[in-house]
C-alpha cells in the first residue's frame, strides 16, 4: 500500500507540473526526493521476464521516427505530441480532468487510460496532445522501453544523445522530448512531450 501511495504521489506531482506547461525535469527534481523501492519497480516491470498484454506497442516501428519526432503508439494509435487528439482511435478512457494550462492559456484535459495519462491542449475547438504519461511498468514505450527497466536499457534503445540533470535523462526529436526520471540507475518515470 505504501509504494502504491508514494506512485500516485509522484503521479499526482507529474500532472500538476504537465498542465502548468512545465517539463519533466521540475518532477524529476521532486522525483528524486520521494524514497521509491527501485528493486520493488523493476520486479513489477519484469514479472517473470515478461512485459505483459501491452508488449505490442514496442513491437512497431515508430512512423514519426524518420520525421524526427517522438511519437508514442498504442493499439494501433499513434499519438505525437502536438499533434491532433483522436480519441475515437483510442480505447475508452478512464476519467478526463480539466486543469488550469499554464503553457497555453485555458485549460487543458488530462485523460486517463490507466497505463498512462495523456495531456491535451486546445488548439481553436480541436485538441492537440501535449503529453503522455506512463503509470503501467509493463506499458512499454514504442521502442520498448519500460518503468522498472534501468539506464542501461534505456541507452540501449535511445542512444547516448541526451541531456540530462542529475537523475533527469532528455531527449529530443524536433520539438518533441522524451523525459526519463531514474533512481538508483532504475527508471521511475517516463513522459513523451511538446518541447515548450
Do not use: H, W
Request: charged share 25%; glycine share 10%; net charge negative.
Amino acid at each position: 500500500m505504501r509504494k502504491r501511495s508514494k506512485t500516485l504521489f509522484l503521479c499526482g506531482i507529474a500532472v500538476v507540473l504537465t498542465a502548468c506547461g512545465q517539463k519533466t525535469a521540475p518532477a524529476g527534481n521532486l522525483a528524486k526526493d520521494i524514497n521509491i523501492d527501485a528493486d520493488s519497480l523493476k520486479s513489477a516491470g519484469k514479472s517473470g521476464g515478461e512485459k505483459g498484454a501491452d508488449t505490442e506497442a514496442s513491437d512497431r516501428e515508430n512512423p514519426k521516427e524518420e520525421e524526427g519526432v517522438f511519437s508514442f503508439v498504442y493499439e494501433g494509435a499513434t499519438l505525437t505530441p502536438g499533434e491532433l487528439v483522436d480519441l475515437s482511435a483510442l480505447p475508452k478512457y478512464a476519467g478526463v480532468a480539466e486543469v488550469p494550462s499554464c503553457a497555453f492559456g485555458g485549460n487543458d484535459n488530462v485523460y486517463n487510460f490507466e497505463t498512462f495519462e495523456l495531456t491535451a491542449y486546445l488548439d481553436g475547438e480541436k485538441e492537440r496532445v501535449y503529453s503522455i504519461y506512463f503509470l503501467d511498468p509493463n506499458l512499454p514505450t514504442t521502442e520498448g522501453l519500460c518503468l522498472g527497466d534501468t539506464v542501461d536499457d534505456m541507452k540501449a534503445l535511445y542512444g547516448d544523445a541526451y541531456e540530462t540533470e542529475e537523475n533527469v535523462y532528455t531527449y529530443t526529436r524536433g520539438e518533441t522530448l522524451l523525459t526519463i526520471v531514474t533512481k538508483n540507475d532504475v527508471v521511475i518515470s517516463i513522459e513523451y512531450c511538446l518541447d515548450r
